[in-house]
């Protein structure tokens, strides 16, 4: 049997060709050695983003937190005469107050404004801008408040309220549907929005 010989075109020789798929392979590994930099450096700059955008929502928490804590002080030194005007006539205000749980010896709730006398007391979550889990929040912190007071032979009325200084209208319309004051922030004082003849939750 004879060798077949490979009939290359004008000009071509074996050497060339070779040289042609050598130089190719080259091509193809220099363009995979830049795909794998591009998809290093992509996946540094969405790390970098990552960080970037936990750190800004670390400082943006930060600061609602702090605005927070404003929109109370402003709301506590008001709250007060605003419910005793409606006939309440509350003989105590605490601001910070916490729940211990004395068999755990655990914090069960914390309620950021306390209203009490000797038949009703309600307790205030303030939030600068409240949502909807904001208050199913505070339906949980009723609830707890309520097993506390049964613990400790306390028979008064419950009732609980939700302080801001911007409600949605949606958000208004939730937290008066579950039972709950709302508190609105109206310039250097605050208001009780509430509809006429509307009855508080009581827990």
Do not use: C
């Not at 060798?3 to 590994?29: C, H, N, S």
């Not at 307790?123 to 904001?134: G, I, L």
């Amino acid at each position: 049997m004879s060798d077949t010989a490979i009939d290359y075109p004008r000009g071509l020789t074996f050497e060339k060709v070779w040289a042609m798929f050598q130089d190719t392979d080259r091509k193809f590994q220099d363009t995979d050695r830049k795909i794998q930099e591009t998809e290093r450096i992509i996946k540094e700059s969405q790390k970098e983003v990552a960080e970037q955008m936990k750190e800004t929502d670390r400082k943006l928490g930060k600061l609602g937190n702090r605005f927070g804590e404003v929109v109370e002080h402003l709301i506590a030194p008001n709250i007060e005469g605003k419910f005793n005007e409606l006939g309440f006539k509350f003989t105590r205000t605490s601001t910070n107050v916490k729940i211990i749980d004395y068999e755990t010896s655990k914090t069960s709730a914390e309620i950021d404004i306390f209203l009490e006398n000797g038949d009703v007391a309600i307790a205030v979550e303030v939030k600068a801008k409240p949502n909807q889990d904001d208050v199913d929040e505070q339906i949980i912190r009723m609830e707890k408040l309520r097993g506390y007071a049964d613990k400790r032979q306390d028979n008064r009325r419950y009732q609980g309220a939700v302080a801001g200084a911007v409600f949605s209208d949606s958000v208004r319309a939730y937290t008066l549907k579950k039972g709950f004051y709302i508190i609105e922030q109206t310039g250097d004082t605050v208001k009780i929005n509430i509809p006429e003849g509307y009855i508080a939750r009581d827990w």
